[in-house]
């Protein structure tokens, strides 16, 4: 009896262990077919530029096509939709963003929920943003243009891309930290924004550091501080806004991200690969030429980003008032 006891409880065992093993072959063999990545822009903009840039390290590396998916619209929840819908076994990714963090609160009506239903695979990068203003603007710093901001509430206008940017986000975080006015004029997309601040329709913005270097060393705008949290190693002269308003952070941000229940040994395969890119000099400095940092992590790294991000703009909406276009 004692015999069939342990033999039995020796099959149990086995038993368990059949649906890790099957789960560490199944990681092994992945990718055994093309894998999508969705990105919720358009062709050509820093999303898809990244996307595309680890892709193709993944094809090569894992020996199958990572495929773009580029599916813009409705402030990226078509995109991210098609994702949360699909199979969970690695083989459609989300190019995760700043945006996915802010549309969280400012889109009310959802089909998901970003946070329970993506699941983090890696970071990818960070981006800044340079604060900058019209010349005609009477404020060579950050305590300069809050102060003249408090004595003209209201009547300095800033310019973003559009309602819910991350260039909006930052200034309405600055409105929130600094306790000033600013008077939001949204554009449909980076280059008329741009265009306006150089022509004075609007006096500042928040503007990526590579599409902003040109235009301040030829004087059309003035650089006044980095969003960053750290002086960026491209400017390093440039003071960040967290010198004078302590605490302030507004980056830009990228990853991936997989549906809900993506095996772990899987999102792990993908991490360890993404992180190895993150570490090759062509890579930095291809993201370097983009205005991006290399953010390597864990895939929990990347969850509490998602998680403190998601809260930070959930209260700067909030406090604003802000409502989705």
């Known amino acids: 009896m004692k015999f069939v006891r342990r033999e039995f409880l020796r099959f149990a065992a086995g038993v368990a262990v059949l649906p890790a093993l099957c789960r560490i072959a199944s990681a092994q063999a992945y990718p055994s077919r093309p894998v999508r990545i969705i ?75 970003f946070i329970r239903d993506i699941a983090p695979v890696a970071s990818i990068s960070r981006t800044a943003a340079v604060l900058v203003v019209h010349p005609s603007v009477p404020a060579p710093t950050v305590p300069d243009l809050i102060a003249h901001t408090k004595t003209n509430p209201g009547k300095l206008t800033f310019g973003s891309p559009g309602i819910g940017s991350s260039p909006h986000m930052a200034g309405e975080l600055l409105k929130m930290m600094a306790g000033i ?22 006096q500042l913005s928040f503007v990526g550091a590579p599409a902003a270097t040109e235009y301040i060393r030829t004087g059309k705008v003035r650089s006044l501080a980095v969003t960053s949290a750290t002086r960026l190693q491209t400017v390093p002269d440039i003071p960040t806004v967290g010198e004078f308003v302590a605490g302030y952070e507004a980056n830009g941000w990228a990853g991936f991200g997989a549906p809900r229940d993506t095996p772990a040994e899987i999102v792990a395969k993908l991490n360890r690969e993404i992180n190895a890119a993150l570490a090759d000099p062509k890579i930095i400095a291809r993201l370097a030429d983009l205005g991006s940092t290399p953010a390597a992590g864990s895939p929990a790294d990347f969850g509490k980003l998602i998680a403190e991000e998601t809260e930070k703009w959930a209260r700067v909406i909030t406090f604003a008032g802000i409502k989705a276009e």
């Open 181 to 202: 006015n600013l008077l939001h004029v949204p554009y449909r997309g980076d280059a008329a924004a741009l265009t306006d601040l150089i022509g004075g329709q609007v």
């Open 39 to 113: 990105v919720t822009t358009a062709p050509g903009g820093g999303p898809d530029i990244v996307a595309r840039l680890i892709g193709q390290w993944l094809s090569e590396r894992l020996g199958q096509q990572f495929l773009i998916d580029n599916r813009p619209g409705a402030s990226g929840s078509i995109g991210t939709e098609a994702v949360v819908k699909a199979a969970p076994n690695g083989y459609t990714l989300l190019m995760v963003g700043a945006s996915s963090a802010i549309n969280a609160t400012l889109q009310s009506k959802l089909n998901f929920n």
